[in-house]
């Protein structure tokens, strides 16, 4: 999706007329086929579906443009594909956050991705089912996404025996330190206790040595075209 598009539903139908126009055209079915392609081999879509996918009750003329943009650019890409290389299997992740970036509740969007010798085995764009209060919260709650990943990832892993690095905390990377901070921490804070309890499972999950935190700057963070239109 381009950057500076923004969908909400006050770009839903508003007549009779716009309602009858819109019923004619299989916008979930669209969707539903794009969802396909994302979830098998276009990670660099994931953002703009998830953006889409949300007004398939009540899609305008405003939401059926992005999508037809998807699949101009889809068309446009066939050619693309994902590239895999030799050496040493390590797997690596990424998460980052835009907070607030949606337009009809001011909740914020996680995006995750997980890299096994430089090409993507995992991914996941989403819009947060909490409202965040600040960008630090928004990044916490999208590591702690991408830690119950990895550790399911690992353990996955683990089970085939061959890859013997696995052993070893996955690596997040993030481009937060106050998130990253958080994580480290081992108990609640004053200016982190009102965050749900469910999102703390990451300090856990760092705890104990499943998956570890690291920074990296906005600039290198591969999880960023899941949480943002891109130019």
């Known amino acids: 999706m381009r950057h500076g598009i923004k969908l909400s539903k006050k770009q839903s139908p508003k007549t009779?007329?716009?309602?009858?126009?819109?019923?004619?055209?299989?916008?979930?079915?669209?969707?539903?086929?794009?969802?396909?392609?994302?979830q098998c081999t276009r990670p660099d879509v994931a953002?703009?579906?998830?953006?889409?996918?949300?007004?398939q009750a009540c899609a305008g003329e405003a939401h059926w443009s992005a999508?037809?943009?998807?699949?101009?650019y889809l068309k446009r890409t066939k050619d693309m594909f994902l590239i895999y290389g030799g050496g040493e299997l390590i797997l690596e992740g990424y998460s980052d956050a835009n907070f607030q970036s949606d337009d009809d509740d001011a909740k914020s969007q996680s995006g995750f991705?997980?890299?096994l010798n430089g090409g993507v085995v995992a991914w996941k764009s989403s819009k947060q089912?909490?409202?965040?209060?600040?960008?630090?919260?928004?990044?916490?709650i999208a590591a702690s996404e991408a830690a119950k990943e990895a550790v399911?990832?690992?353990?996955?892993?683990?089970?085939?025996?061959?890859?013997?690095?696995?052993?070893?905390?996955?690596?997040?990377?993030?481009?937060?330190?106050?998130a990253i901070a958080q994580a480290k921490e081992s108990r609640s804070h004053h200016r982190s206790k009102h965050i749900l309890r469910r999102y703390h499972l990451l300090?856990?999950?760092?705890?104990?040595?499943?998956?570890?935190?690291?920074?990296?700057?906005?600039?290198?963070?591969?999880?960023?075209?899941?949480?943002?239109p891109m130019s």
């Open 16 to 38: 009779d007329e716009e309602l009858k126009r819109m019923s004619d055209i299989p916008y979930a079915s669209i969707v539903g086929s794009i969802q396909y392609v994302v």
């Open 67 to 72: 999508v037809k943009s998807i699949l101009k």
């Open 129 to 140: 089912d909490t409202t965040a209060d600040s960008t630090t919260e928004a990044e916490y």
């Open 203 to 228: 300090r856990e999950m760092v705890s104990r040595g499943d998956c570890r935190m690291d920074r990296v700057s906005s600039a290198e963070n591969t999880a960023d075209p899941l949480t943002k």
């Open 113 to 115: 991705v997980f890299m």
């Open 47 to 55: 953002y703009a579906l998830s953006v889409t996918s949300r007004y």
């Open 152 to 178: 399911w990832m690992k353990n996955y892993i683990q089970e085939l025996g061959v890859v013997p690095s696995i052993a070893e905390p996955v690596v997040i990377f993030c481009d937060n330190n106050g």
